[in-house]
């Protein structure tokens, strides 16, 4: 198992701001939804996400969950020292935030 690694700045933001376009979506047919999406995903030897899944959301609407895990299933990070690493990452939403 490797070490943990930071993503670069500019990928934290467009993994929040599409996480944040798949809430709206949802907000659009139900303007009370609130809860939290935790995604579980490896990144592999050489910085790619491997796999990602669903992790103990409550959101409550598998179209969001899918929007965010396609999002996440597309950050890259910079390489991890010693080999893969798992993540689990939970996003809360309410509304108004």
């Known amino acids: 198992m490797g070490s943990p690694v930071r993503a ?9 701001a599409t996480a944040r376009l798949c809430y ?15 995604m579980q995903f490896v990144i ?4 790619s996400v491997t796999s990602t899944k669903d992790n103990g959301s409550d ?4 179209k ?6 396609g999002a996440f299933d597309k950050i890259t990070f910079p390489q991890p020292e010693g080999g893969t690493v798992t993540v689990i990452y939970p996003l809360v939403f309410a509304p108004g935030d």
């Open 8 to 16: 670069g700045s500019d990928g934290r933001l467009r993994k929040r």
């Open 24 to 38: 709206e979506d949802l907000l659009h047919t139900n303007d009370k939804a609130a809860g939290r999406v935790t």
């Open 44 to 47: 592999g030897k050489d910085g």
């Open 59 to 62: 959101i409550g609407d598998a």
């Open 64 to 69: 969001m969950v899918a929007c965010i895990k």
